[in-house]
């Protein structure tokens, strides 16, 4: 049950969220307004009578399609009927497809990137140590033979992992295992194949033969570690990483570290094939055949009293340092101290020195390319500088205003500008289908924060795309950049994707007594009148920081909702809840709207006000996503609840699904403090006490102040006419339903109202029946040997009660409800454990009205509203 806090109401504050269906503003609109609030001047730039004045939006007063009636209804019903039972056939086909690739890779998925970068390493680790490995002929101990075990064992993973990973396929994503299997089959299969089996044939052959013959087995693992050279073949694979890390650099990284990112990159490029050149070389030098008898190693390294020391009987490092010098004066064609002794040696020496030759006039001409773009852009910016100075100065603008303009353009030309759609040129070359896709899933993240467009896209997502090709589009604002000024009329709705805003108001443009300055972060909605009525802005949005935003075009998105009779029918409910709030949310109850805020205009507010019809379709909405999470368990009841529009489902902006459950209570107070409550009610002869606020549930369609004048015409029609409307505080609780196995959210509309002066209740007053004056003693020796304690709390309760005037209000013919006015300091005595027993014992000793004859619509009993209502303090 709700726990009505009967504690004094909150003040009104405009703070809360909205789209997740937080907490709202307070408010307590006058729903009618007299013709002098409609004529009242507001602020200077506002029209008179604003915010009563605003008209909804015209598309959609024009060739308006509602459900009133019969024949629009059954057109609706069988269309929502059709989505339900189509969404139910997509959900089966989409599980019955993820079996089926359920275990295929994304090739873009993070796994996939982290698997990339890891085969990344082992390439290069096999590409450096394995030149000189074969070279030196080195012995496989310690870490070279862990490696040489777990890098075939890697690759042969690989394999699997490649059978799995999806393809592309005509700029299409395909994900089936059989088309996959068949496209790797046809080409890297073979290769890596081949070289997997070489790796282990190298490996059983080496513990094979190591106790035989030691040389025969370090020239059988000679041999099969060659075909571990066809892994370079295997770069082509990670040609992708590097294009992803070539786009992370053009995207993070600014043009002068861009430079030298190329540089550094170019230079590893080279010391790596020079590595490769130095074994290759040494390699050539020991074991090629020679027509001269001689090789370049047999040359002695320097002489010494002891005789000459020949060059292989030097260290392993001298040798390899000596052979990489050579290499890299064949690439950077310099001088070098090695001769080669014979054909095969001068045909490699030849050969290395054409490749340097290539080697070194790519990296000059790749640097000069590089150093030219960088110094075009210098020159423009300096050239916009100096046309900007003399611009300045041919105007003769006073040196304080041209200090700050320059010093401005100079900051924003070194600032590097996000690519917007129009930036990319190659886009123009993608289908209309897959390039709304491609929008789409860009502006999906943001567009999603606001329920109302999460459930859009849920509804028809084809719609969506179009609405993102034409409603939607990113804006990009730098530091103290203007997004919109006062009074000017509002055309799009802003979503905050980066960055920080500062919203001002000031007493000229907007109803404000002073100056006032808001933060506004990422991931908030500015200005949503613009979408459903004619706004005007009463402040001004200036960027504090660079900002991305997405705009939503509030007349482009109109003709794509048009196109979708069940959209197009949830839309026109949601901007006509949205106007009712809009035009009667003006001060002492409530806040004046602005453009980040308009009182209570959060989704879950606008739901429960809804058509039944339109409830339906947000209700089937949230059990297609619900039946998604947890598949059909516990569904088909709430199905049905949804269907009857006992219970209302939404997904929030979170993607949270919840039941949402809107009450009104009333908290009237006296001018002594005491706060009118309803004490217990009677039904026959039974007669049940407890301590709540009195109120009721929130009717489609219904405003809290149109909910609170039913609860006077049905309820508490002996109080019509004698308080005072103060406001309405706003105040939310959310639980989990055992029923259900949702979250159910309570949204709680707390109006406070002051009796008159001088005012009197025509209620009967409840007296004691004769003989039962005994009864709260005989309750309180019963309880009296439960505990001390407990007795010290029961005649503090016998005393309140019989200090308490009860009242009581016929609802029926024989049943009623039971009201008092109870001292603020006893609610919570009141409310306490063991309360309700000895009120409901206190209770039926009064003697009640007798029977009557009352209206049909007072007789109304809603057994959930009154566990809604039941008082937890």
Known sequence: PLALDASPAKAPSAKGGRFGCAADAPWTPDAQGSPAARRSFVASSLPLGWPKVLEMRTWLLDDEVTVTTPTAMRRFTNKLSMRWSQGSE????RGASSKVSRFAIDPNSRFHMAFSVASLFILFFDLTV???VLAWEVEFQGFLYIAAWSTPAFWTFDILVNFLTGIFKDGELVLSLGEIATAYSRSWFLPDLVVVMCDWLSLFLEELLHSCDSGLSLKMLRFSKMGRLLRMVGMMRMLRVVRIMEEMAAAYVSEGYRLMFRMLSLTFSILWTAHLFACFWFAVGKGAPSDTGGHWIDRPVWQSVDGPLEFLESSPMYQYMVAFHWATGQIALGSIDVEPTNSAERIVFVLTMMIGFLFGSTLVSTLSAAMMDYQMMKKDMTMKCRMLRQYLLENEVPATISVLVQRQVEQRLQERDRLNEQDVSALSLLSLALRSQLRFEIQRPHLHRHPVFRLWSNMDLKLMHRACMKAVNFLNLRPHDDLFAPGALAESAYALVGGVLSYCQSPDSSPVPGATCTRVD??????EAALWVEWTHVGKAESITTCQLLSVDASALSQCLRQDLVIKEVAADYCRQFHKRVVSARPPHAPWPTDLNVPFTNYCDLVVSMAKQVQVAVGRDALNQLSAQRGTRGIEQLRKEVDTSKSILVVTGAGAIIRVVSIVVLRAERSDGS?????????GSVVK???????AKQEAGELVPETLDRIFATKLTFLEGKLEVLGTARENEEKESKEFGVQTRYLRSICSARLLADVALDMHVCVEKPGEEGRLRD????????SSSYGRSFHLMQ????????????TGTQSGNLYAWVAADRLSLLSSSGAEKVMTSWLSGLALPNPVMIPEQACEYDYELECTLSLVV
């Not at 706060?675 to 039904?683: L, P, S």
């Not at 005393?799 to 016929?810: G, K």
Request: hydrophobic share 45%; with cysteine.
């Open 522 to 527: 990422a991931g908030a909605w500015i200005c």
């Open 675 to 683: 706060v009118f409550m309803q004490v217990g009610k009677w039904e």
């Open 689 to 695: 006490g407890a301590l709540q606020l009195p109120g």
């Open 799 to 810: 005393r309140a009660l019989q200090e308490t005037q009860i009242y009581a209000a016929p």
């Open 90 to 93: 997509d959900e089966a086909s």
């Open 779 to 786: 309750i309180g020796e019963d309880v009296m040997h439960l």
């Open 130 to 132: 394995l030149p000189y």
